[in-house]
C-alpha cells in the first residue's frame, strides 16, 4: 500500500524523507491530501521535480495518481471525523457483527490448526499488547492459565522484552497490534525473531511491519482505521477470534477432569 511505503520513508533523514512527512502530517490535520504539486513541494523544502521524483519511486506515473492513492487508503487508515456511526448502526449493532462475521469467515483453518497445536506445545508463553489491546491479553493470560500453560506475565513492554531472555525456540510470543506498526509491539516481535521464538501476531488486515516479521498471523477485519485513538469494532472481532482459537485449543484433549471439576461453582465451602 501507498501510505505504508510513504510512513516507511518519513524515517528517512532525506529529502524524500521531508516530503513523506509533508503528506503524514496533511493527512492527520485533512484526513487527506489536499495539497497540490506547488503546495507539497514548498511544504518539503524542495522542487517540483524532486516531488515528481519521489511520486515515481513509489511506483505512480504522476502526482494526481498519488493524491487519489492516498485519499482512497486514508478513509482505511485514519479516522474521519465527519464520519459519525449511523443511528441505525449504534442501536442494533449491525457494524459490529458485520466485522466479528468478516473476521471469522475469513479465517484460514489449516493455519488455524496449526496455530492451535503450536500454542499447544508451547513450553512459554509471552504475550505484549499494549494500551486498548490490554483487554484481549489478559483475557488470553486468563484462559491459557486455566488450562496449565505457563504464561510469562508481562505489564508493560520492558518486562515482555525481559521474558524473551528467559524462551526459546520451544516457546511462543503472542503479540497484539491491531495497526502492526507500534514501535513498543515492533521491537518485542523483532526481538522475539532475533532469539528464535515464534510469532503469532494478531493484528488488522493491513500491510504492516508485524506481518512481516511474524511466524504466524491472525488478522481481524474491521472498519476501524488503521490509526485511531480508540477501537470499537476491532477489539470486539479480536476477541471472538480468540475465542474460537481457544475452542480449538481445547480440543486436543489438554483440559484434565480434575481441571475441569475445579471450574465448578460450589456453594458448600465445607467441602
Given at each position: ?39 507539497l ?55 459490529i ?71 526459546s ?13 507500534k ?13 528464535k ?9 493491513f500491510d ?31 476477541l ?9 485449543i ?17 456453594t458448600?465451602i465445607?467441602?
Amino acid at each position: 500500500m501507498i501510505l505504508e511505503k510513504i510512513n516507511k520513508i518519513s524515517k528517512e533523514k532525506n529529502i524524500n524523507g521531508n516530503i513523506a512527512q509533508a503528506i503524514l502530517c496533511e493527512i492527520s490535520k485533512q484526513n487527506g491530501l489536499n495539497l497540490n504539486i506547488v503546495e507539497l513541494a514548498e511544504k518539503s523544502g524542495c522542487s517540483q521535480p524532486t516531488v515528481t521524483r519521489f511520486v515515481r519511486t513509489l511506483g505512480l506515473e504522476n502526482f494526481k495518481k498519488l493524491v487519489k492513492a492516498v485519499n482512497f487508503e486514508s478513509l482505511k487508515f485514519f479516522p474521519d471525523n465527519d464520519n459519525t456511526p449511523h443511528e441505525k448502526e449504534i442501536m442494533d449493532g449491525s457494524d459490529i457483527l458485520s466485522d466479528v462475521r468478516t473476521t471469522l469467515e475469513n479465517i484460514d483453518h489449516e493455519l488455524f490448526e496449526q496455530i492451535a497445536l503450536k500454542i499447544v506445545k508451547a513450553k512459554k508463553i509471552n504475550i505484549a499488547g499494549m494500551g486498548g489491546n490490554e483487554t484481549l491479553k489478559v483475557e488470553i493470560e486468563h484462559k491459557l492459565s486455566q488450562i496449565g500453560k505457563h504464561v510469562l506475565i508481562g505489564k508493560d513492554w520492558h518486562q515482555q522484552l525481559i521474558n524473551l531472555h528467559f524462551m526459546s525456540k520451544d516457546d511462543l510470543t503472542i503479540i497484539i497490534s491491531y495497526s502492526g506498526d507500534k514501535f513498543e509491539t515492533l521491537k518485542v516481535a523483532q526481538e522475539s525473531i532475533s532469539k528464535k521464538v515464534p510469532v503469532l501476531a494478531i493484528t488488522g488486515n493491513f500491510d504492516s511491519q508485524l506481518r512481516q516479521v511474524a511466524t504466524y498471523s491472525l488478522l481481524v477485519y474491521s472498519n476501524d482505521p488503521k490509526y485511531r485513538t480508540f477501537s470499537i469494532t476491532s477489539k470486539v472481532a479480536a476477541l471472538a477470534l480468540w475465542d474460537l482459537l481457544f475452542k480449538k485449543i481445547i480440543t486436543h484433549d489438554i483440559l484434565k477432569p480434575d481441571v475441569a471439576e475445579a471450574w465448578r461453582w460450589e456453594t458448600d465451602i465445607s467441602k
